[in-house]
């Protein structure tokens, strides 16, 4: 599933094709993707002009001049491509080539600019759905996300007081959408690597009694920072179907520490990668050096 690095390095490549233009033709060549598409999808996009691409969590938000948002979401496979005015795809310095069946084209925004934007899903986990800005606060998919990451409001004393109390390890909170918005397994392991703290740690020790923020909690938050600016500057992981909306694969893995690095040394220590499962996913970390 991508994470937030993905869903930001999509966005920043939607951003010059979709902002600020006009959805000339919207056109929706099945009826579902992971939920059915409401029935007056298509109606409610087309003439419409993008105001603002935003994101929230791994959520993508394409705010309309008609007073509705766009709530988009990859799934497992999904993935955006742009195809220029002139009819080529946008080249990248680590191009690999796409699935050359169309099939799995599911919807497409013809833009004003000439531009088309094409989301293509085989698995089809991804979702797309209109609904008013109004009703954002109360958007199911959206209602009760915790802060996001790489906001301002985000820092040790947030966390500390959101994981106070807690008795489930600490790489179960930070999964916790409601704890932080965004994060995902790959992530969370990178981020408790470079922090020095171990997943099995009890969420709790992140705060005092008081829930004032301890140094585990200054330490992961700095961490959490760090991983995540720099996972988007590289494009993010681009783990199995993810892709940018260049074609290319973003090269973060080949940053990893820790994930999908089991039985290496440790870059740190020199102390082995282990890898166990834990909330029915796989952690990896360094026991010699994560506490």
């Known amino acids: 599933m991508p ?3 993905e869903v930001e390095t999509v966005r920043r490549g939607l ?6 233009f006009r959805i000339d033709r ?7 993707l992971r939920f059915p598409l409401q029935k007056d999808f298509v109606a409610r ?20 001049s008609s007073g509705d948002v766009l709530l988009m979401h990859l ?20 191009h690999y080539p796409r699935s050359e069946d169309r099939t799995h084209d599911h919807v497409v925004f013809e833009m004003a600019s000439g531009a088309r934007v094409v989301f293509n899903d ?38 500390a007081k959101a994981c106070a109390g807690k008795q489930t390890s600490l790489k179960a909170a930070l999964l916790d959408q409601r704890v932080v918005a965004g994060l995902g397994n790959i992530y969370v392991c990178e981020a408790l690597f470079r922090a020095h703290l171990s997943p099995k ?17 200054v330490r992961l938050t700095e961490a959490i920072r760090e991983v995540l600016g720099e996972a988007i500057k590289a494009g993010g992981s681009s783990l199995r179907d993810h892709r940018q909306t260049s074609g290319e694969l973003g ?27 834990q909330n029915g996913r796989s952690t990896f970390w360094c026991p010699k050096c994560q506490k």
């Open 45 to 64: 996009l087309t003439g419409q002009t993008v105001t603002g691409l935003g994101r929230r969590a791994k959520y993508l938000l394409a705010d309309l």
């Open 26 to 32: 919207a056109v929706a060549h099945r009826e579902n």
């Open 3 to 5: 994470e937030l690095p």
């Open 15 to 20: 951003q010059p094709a979709m902002e600020g």
């Open 122 to 159: 085989p698995r089809r986990f991804g979702f797309m759905k209109v609904f008013p800005r109004s009703e954002i606060e109360t958007e199911p998919h959206l209602k009760g996300l915790g802060p996001e990451p790489l906001g301002n409001a985000f820092d040790a004393s947030l966390l």
């Open 75 to 94: 799934g497992m496979s999904g993935s955006f491509r742009v195809v220029e005015a002139d009819g080529e795809t946008r080249p990248g310095e680590f």
């Open 251 to 277: 090269y973060f893995q080949h940053a990893f520490k820790v994930y999908d690095r089991e039985g290496e040394p440790c870059p740190t220590c020199g102390g082995t990668v282990q890898r166990f499962v």
């Open 201 to 217: 740690r009890k969420a709790s020790t992140l705060a005092n009694r008081k829930d004032e923020p301890t140094d585990h909690a």
